[in-house]
C-alpha cells in the first residue's frame, strides 16, 4: 500500500538548520508530484513546498519560507526532502509529506509527519 514516512525533525536554535526526508513506497515516486505541508498549534495545514514529477525541475514555495526552504527529490531512493535553513519560531510546527498529483485516492495520503521546533 502506498506510504510516507517523515523524518529528520527536532528541536533547533533559532537561524539554525534542519532537513527533512520523506521515504515514499506503494507507487511508482518517480511520476507524482510531491509537496510538504505544515500544521501549527491551533493552525491550519499549509503548503510549503512542492516538486514537480520526473527531475523534480519544477518548484513552488509559499511566501514565508522563499529563500530559506528548499525542496529536493532523489527517485533512486524514492525520497522528497525538505532543507530548512535560517530558521525561525514561527516555522515550530509537524511537518507532512504528500503526493500532490494522481487520483484522489493517492492525494489523500498523508504520513505520520515529524515534529520541528524552534526555540533558543
Known amino acids: 500500500q502506498v506510504q510516507l514516512v517523515e523524518s529528520g525533525g527536532g528541536l533547533v536554535q533559532p537561524g539554525g538548520s534542519l532537513r527533512l526526508s520523506c521515504a515514499a513506497s506503494g507507487f511508482t515516486f518517480s511520476s507524482y508530484a510531491m509537496s510538504w505541508y505544515r500544521q501549527a498549534p491551533g493552525k491550519e495545514r499549509e503548503l510549503v513546498a512542492g516538486?514537480?514529477?520526473?527531475?523534480?525541475?519544477?518548484?513552488t514555495y509559499a511566501e514565508s519560507v522563499k529563500g530559506r526552504f528548499t525542496i529536493s527529490r532523489d527517485n533512486a531512493k524514492n525520497t522528497v526532502y525538505l532543507q530548512m535553513d535560517s530558521l525561525k519560531s514561527e516555522d515550530t510546527a509537524a511537518y507532512f509529506c504528500k503526493i500532490s498529483s494522481g487520483s484522489a485516492s493517492l492525494q489523500g495520503t498523508w504520513g505520520q509527519g515529524t515534529q520541528v521546533t524552534v526555540s533558543s
Open positions: 516538486i514537480g514529477s520526473g527531475t523534480g525541475s519544477s518548484t
